[in-house]
């Protein structure tokens, strides 16, 4: 079937960061207002399988496979080099609508995502998101241009929570090298005001469809939900706070429904901003990632330690109100990904703004010539050093403002100031300059 609507990349609310993606940062625990942690914990590995990347990214509506053969390989021959965790939406971010008319599917836009993800030798993800247009009150058919951008985000209606799950299984079958799948994508189309309560309902009902419907088919896959972004506010009053703000009691009560009510779970998916959504950083830029770790750390104690998995995360403002230079946001990027590591969370997804042509940070590869981004060395080196279930050792820095994260072989630190810094760290002095991220073998 001839296919000709465009597939967009956009992310709903989080359209802005996409094109302005995160920096590059390090964080460790949970820290107050006024002083930066200074060691890291040894945190428990999480239970994944061994050898688990923990890092990877998302493909949006620009990859690798839409520019030429060559630049295909370029980049794909880098990233085996270093494997990770590659995740691709089944309709949207880059792929057609799959199923144009009930029974029609059109796959070629996956095939070609998912073939560049083997090739690169990922360990491969699919988002089952978005729905097409049948199911949604739009037509049969290629979807159109109004279609895309103005209904991509919209749930699928209850009458055809039922052909979602078929298409999920159809899915499930034709792509059996691919074990791991995240059922929808941050509540879009049940939460259409976040000021109100979430259809959280309705979410778990069509997931457990799909749950039971890949699980038919498909015994090994691992499914995961309810990749729900955690939003957060300066003020409040619930459970999950801290100086870096209050998680929204709307968001609270959606995973609690969830979690009580779906029929299995294999991990669990949620996103989120280390900003409110207000756009503040609290109490700094720095400091407001501890979220990151609080969030994992509550959502492993909720679950019985289940594998928490970030599908997305932002640490800079998404309103464009601010532009950082390149190694600032490298470095707060770099100190997240600390928090994480230490917090425990199993899997963390890069969201990859990833362009065409022209300037484009935060980029894992150059537009034009598919050489390795900053960006891009940095969640390979993550990837290679610090993986899901590597030990993690405590070490102290001298200097409150460099953040540390050690394992037997390998540590990597991050100036969190705009001015030169040493410190002595495991028995060795360093220096490093504004917001640098250093890393040196043990």
């Given at each position: 079937?001839a296919v000709t609507a465009?597939a967009?990349?956009?992310?709903?609310?989080?359209t802005?960061a996409e094109?302005?993606?995160?920096?590059?940062?390090t964080?460790?625990a949970?820290?107050?207002?006024t002083q930066e942690p200074s060691s890291?914990?040894a945190?428990?590995?999480?239970e994944?399988?061994?050898g688990?990347p923990?890092?990877?990214?998302?493909?949006?509506?620009t990859s690798?496979?839409?520019?030429t053969?060559q630049f295909?390989q370029?980049?794909g021959n880098r990233?085996?080099?270093?494997p990770m965790v590659?995740?691709?939406?089944?309709?949207?971010f880059?792929?057609?609508?799959p199923?144009?008319a009930?029974?029609q599917y059109?796959?070629?836009?996956l095939?070609?995502?998912l073939?560049?993800?083997?090739q690169?030798?990922?360990t491969?993800v699919?988002?089952?998101?978005c729905a097409?247009d049948?199911?949604?009150?739009?037509?049969?058919?290629p979807t159109?241009?109004?279609?895309?951008a103005e209904?991509l985000?919209?749930?699928p209606?209850?009458q055809h929570f039922?052909?979602?799950?078929?298409?999920?299984?159809?899915?499930?079958e034709r792509?059996k090298d691919?074990?791991?799948f995240m059922v929808?994508?941050e509540?879009?189309?049940f939460w259409?005001?976040?000021?109100?309560?979430?259809?959280?309902?309705?979410?778990?009902?069509m997931y457990?469809?799909?749950y039971d419907?890949i699980?038919?088919v498909r015994p090994?896959?691992?499914i995961?939900?309810?990749?729900?972004g955690?939003?957060?506010n300066?003020g409040?009053d619930?459970?999950l706070r801290g100086?870096w703000?209050?998680?929204?009691?709307?968001?609270?009560?959606?995973?609690?429904y969830?979690?009580?009510?779906?029929?299995g779970?294999?991990f669990?998916?949620?996103d989120?901003?280390?900003v409110?959504?207000?756009?503040?950083?609290?109490p700094?830029e720095?400091g407001a990632l501890s979220?990151?770790?609080a969030?994992?750390k509550w959502?492993?104690?909720?679950?019985?330690?289940?594998?928490?998995?970030?599908s997305?995360?932002y640490?800079?403002?998404?309103?464009?109100?601010?532009?950082w230079?390149e190694?600032k946001r490298?470095?707060v990027q770099?100190?997240?990904?600390?928090?994480?590591a230490?917090s425990?969370?199993?899997?963390?997804?890069?969201?990859n703004?990833q362009?065409?042509?022209?300037?484009?940070?935060g980029?894992?590869?150059?537009?034009?010539s598919g050489?390795?981004?900053p960006?891009?060395?940095?969640?390979?080196?993550?990837t290679?050093w610090f993986?899901a279930?590597v030990q993690?050792?405590s070490?102290t820095s001298?200097?409150?403002?460099?953040?540390?994260?050690?394992?037997p072989?390998?540590?990597?630190l991050?100036?969190?100031t705009d001015g030169?810094?040493?410190?002595?760290v495991?028995g060795k002095?360093f220096s490093?300059k504004a917001?640098?991220?250093?890393?040196?073998?043990?």
């Open positions: 079937m465009l967009l990349a956009s992310c709903g609310a989080l802005q094109q302005t993606p995160p920096p590059r940062a964080s460790a949970p820290q107050t207002a890291s914990p945190a428990k590995p999480p994944v399988e061994e688990w923990r890092w990877g990214f998302t493909h949006t509506g690798a496979n839409n520019i053969p295909e370029v980049v990233l085996a080099g270093t590659q995740n691709q939406h089944i309709m949207g880059g792929a057609l609508n199923e144009p009930p029974g059109y796959w070629e836009d095939d070609r995502r073939n560049f993800m083997k690169s030798k990922s491969q699919i988002t089952l998101c097409p049948w199911m949604k009150g739009g037509p049969e058919g159109s241009q109004e279609g895309w209904h985000e919209d749930a209606y209850p039922d052909d979602f799950a078929k298409l999920s299984a159809a899915v499930a792509y691919v074990k791991y929808w994508n509540f879009k189309g259409p005001d976040h000021k109100k309560p979430a259809d959280f309902k309705g979410y778990t009902d457990n469809k799909v419907a699980k038919k090994d896959a691992q995961g939900g309810p990749y729900i955690f939003d957060s300066a409040g619930t459970e100086d703000g209050v998680v929204n009691q709307n968001v609270l009560d959606a995973f609690n969830w979690f009580e009510n779906k029929k779970a294999d669990i998916v949620i989120g901003a280390s409110t959504d207000a756009h503040e950083m609290m700094d720095f979220k990151f770790g969030v994992t959502l492993k104690e909720k679950t019985g330690d289940m594998p928490v998995w970030w997305e995360w640490f800079e403002p998404e309103d464009g109100s601010t532009r230079p190694p490298l470095a770099a100190a997240s990904m600390i928090e994480f230490t425990g969370a199993a899997t963390a997804l890069y969201w703004p362009a065409k042509q022209g300037a484009c940070q980029c894992l590869w150059n537009p034009t050489a390795e981004m960006t891009g060395q940095l969640v390979a080196d993550f290679k993986p279930g993690l050792d070490v001298s200097e409150s403002s460099v953040r540390v994260l050690a394992q072989e390998q540590l990597v991050v100036n969190t030169p810094v040493t410190t002595t495991d002095e490093l917001y640098e991220v250093k890393w040196s073998e043990r």
